[in-house]
């Protein structure tokens, strides 16, 4: 186990039930932020575990109250973003091709490239209060993961409005689609919630059927096309066009200064 979440860019992974569930806990102050070096930091912690033969799910939860707030908007700075693009991408392909389900547990916010993230989990645990959404459009900039894979995890016409608005949703908002797996009510573990729910679903299960079954259902979904030729197409329209205009500088910039944005509209 890494250093305790609570610290600057900290993971925690263990297991629980014995071996079959990983448990990985991510924390930053001001909101578990997704630096690059947090983002890095996921990706081991899952890479350590996947050749596991008895894992069966994985449970992935901000620490503090809060799933996360997103990706940097420091990050997202010219010099930076295309290094944060490929950071980023390299994660939620790691999450959505996990041998196992990985499951969100999603309480406070789930913003940006947080909810991007989540929206690569094969299950998602919503606190009722929770919030969701990819305001990216209003910095002047857009979401490549909503755009790549939105349409095949919530239906095409949410995904569209939530990325050409940057509108939050609550968690309820989202079953109906199938994106939230269950509600947990307010004073209810989120954790233990997921568990009873393992141990109903998934604990007599083979954990080899289990493998098998998950990479089937997401190359048969178009998960794997979604966030392959599909995903590229997107981070390089991201760096060719986004990077070079004036308003995905200006939007990024005036979020940073905490003033309004002066668009040009190019």
């Given at each position: 186990m890494s250093a305790a979440p609570g610290q600057p860019g900290a993971v925690a992974a263990d297991l629980l039930e014995g071996g079959a569930v990983l448990r990985v806990v991510f924390g930053r102050p001001r909101g578990n932020v997704l630096t690059m070096d947090l983002m890095r930091e996921l990706g081991v912690a899952l890479d350590s575990h996947r050749d596991q033969p008895h894992l069966k799910l994985v449970a992935l939860r901000g620490s503090g109250g809060t799933f996360s707030y997103g990706a940097s908007v420091e990050e997202h700075r010219r010099a930076l973003a295309p290094a944060m693009l490929e950071t980023f991408h390299a994660l939620v392909r790691a999450v959505?091709?996990?041998?196992?389900?990985?499951?969100?547990?999603?309480?406070?916010?789930?913003?940006?490239?947080?909810?991007?993230?989540?929206?690569?989990?094969?299950?998602?645990?919503?606190?009722?209060?929770?919030?969701?959404?990819?305001?990216?459009?209003?910095?002047?900039v857009f979401p490549p993961v909503l755009a790549a894979v939105g349409p095949q995890r919530l239906g095409a016409a949410l995904a569209e409005r939530m990325l050409l608005t940057g509108e939050?949703?609550?968690?309820?908002?989202?079953?109906?689609?199938?994106?939230?797996?269950?509600?947990?009510?307010?004073?209810?573990?989120?954790?233990?919630?997921?568990?009873?729910?393992?141990?109903?679903?998934?604990?007599?299960?083979?954990?080899?059927?289990?493998?098998?079954?998950?990479?089937?259902?997401?190359?048969?979904?178009?998960?794997?096309?979604?966030?392959?030729?599909?995903?590229?197409?997107?981070?390089?329209?991201?760096?060719?066009?986004?990077?070079?205009?004036?308003?995905?500088?200006?939007?990024?910039?005036?979020?940073?200064?905490?003033?309004?944005?002066?668009?040009?509209?190019?």
């Open positions: 959505a091709s996990y041998p196992v389900p990985v499951a969100a547990l999603v309480e406070g916010r789930c913003l940006g490239g947080a909810f991007e993230l989540a929206l690569c989990c094969h299950f998602v645990f919503a606190a009722k209060s929770a919030v969701f959404a990819c305001p990216e459009i209003k910095l002047g939050e949703a609550d968690a309820g908002a989202l079953v109906p689609s199938g994106f939230v797996t269950a509600l947990v009510g307010e004073g209810e573990d989120l954790e233990a919630a997921l568990l009873a729910w393992y141990r109903d679903k998934l604990h007599g299960l083979s954990a080899f059927a289990l493998r098998q079954a998950t990479r089937a259902a997401r190359s048969a979904a178009g998960m794997d096309a979604g966030l392959d030729e599909r995903l590229h197409a997107l981070e390089r329209h991201y760096c060719e066009q986004v990077l070079e205009s004036h308003d995905g500088n200006e939007g990024i910039e005036a979020f940073l200064a905490r003033r309004p944005p002066a668009w040009v509209d190019a």
